[in-house]
């Protein structure tokens, strides 16, 4: 399901226009890494969270050459999927 099918089936289920159920996701995914780049997780209680981890540097080698290099320290974004969505996919 790409962006505008989800968008389409949030209409069909909230009776919304589909420009109102675009415009409010637009506004909750830019609200999600608003929140995610200052730092904050974002919780969806019965959906999951989202996050940031911080990722140390480290030793890696490159597979062709097989020369070792130097991974910079990074950030990666994650999301935990919650207890109720888990359990409603493995039904």
């Known amino acids: 399901?790409?962006?505008s099918e989800l968008i389409s089936a949030a209409a069909e289920k909230s009776g919304l226009t589909k420009s109102d159920v675009a415009k409010a996701l637009d506004g909750i995914i830019d609200a999600i890494k608003t929140a995610v780049i200052k730092g904050d997780e974002v919780q969806l209680i019965g959906f999951g969270a989202f996050?940031?981890?911080q990722r140390a540097a480290?030793?890696?080698?490159?597979?062709?050459?097989k020369q070792p290099i130097d991974i910079a320290a990074s950030k990666a974004v994650y999301f935990?999927?919650?207890k109720a969505f888990?359990?409603?996919?493995?039904?």
Request: glycine share 14%; hydrophobic share 25%; aromatic share 4%.
């Open 1 to 3: 399901m790409n962006k």
């Open 51 to 53: 996050g940031v981890k």
């Open 58 to 65: 480290k030793k890696g080698f490159n597979p062709k050459t």
């Open 80 to 82: 935990k999927v919650g």
């Open 86 to 91: 888990k359990e409603a996919v493995n039904k």
